[in-house]
Structure formats: C-alpha cells, structure tokens
Nanobody, 127 residues
C-alpha cells in the first residue's frame, strides 16, 4: 500500500511562510510527475504546482514567484515552500504522485492522472 503523508500546514498571518512536506512510502525518483493541489469547501480541487522527473517545475499563475516545489529523492519527500502567503491561499493542500501517464507534467495536469494522493494538510492565512 503506497502512502503519501503531508505535514507542515498551519495558521499564519498575511505575508508569512510555510513549508509543506509530503513523505512517500516508495521511491519518488521513478515518478513521472509529482504535484500539489489545494481545495476549499464547495470548490473543485485545483492544481498549484508540479515537478517532473527531469526536475522541470510548473506553477499556477496565482502562486508563481511565491511557491517553490522541490523533491528530495534521498528521503522520498516532496516539498512545497510557500512564502508571502495571502488569505486566498487558505485551503486544504494535497500532494499527488503519478508513475504511469506520459502526459506533460504541468500544474494544470488533470487530477485524474495522479495515482496516489495524500490525506491533506490545512493551511489558513489570516489578514
């Protein structure tokens, strides 16, 4: 059973920073695409960032320049460094991994192409 476990969420003020972690129970260096998504109640889950096997990264316009996605293959961990946080960043954040599909690894890659998902970690940003 493959598991992805997120951590690092919390409550911060406007302009603050958080680093989310996503620890995998399997090696991540064989993945085609790793992604971060977020969801608020009543809305669809949306892509935030993605990192391809070759290390190419992709970001939603709303987070570009503020968020950084990275992976540590030694520790099988995916990260999302979030800076200059805004109230509109408040959401449940999920990590996801795909080892199968050959479609491009971008932040707007449909969620259905990801095989494994974490349980989510809550981020709350106050003004």
């Amino acid at each position: 059973q493959v598991q992805l476990v997120e951590s690092g969420g919390g409550s911060v003020q406007f302009g603050g920073s958080l680093r989310l972690s996503c620890k995998a129970s399997i090696a991540l260096d064989g993945s085609n695409c790793l992604g971060w998504f977020r969801q608020v109640p009543g809305k669809e889950r949306e892509g935030v960032a993605a990192i391809a096997q070759v290390g190419t990264t992709s970001y939603a316009n709303s987070v570009k320049g503020r968020f950084t996605v990275s992976q540590d293959n030694t520790n099988n961990t995916l990260y999302l460094q979030m800076t200059n946080l805004r109230p509109e960043d408040t959401a449940m954040y999920f990590c996801a991994a795909d080892f199968r599909s050959q479609i491009p690894c971008t932040w707007y890659r449909p969620s259905g192409y990801y095989i494994y998902w974490g349980q989510g970690t809550q981020v709350a940003v106050s003004s």
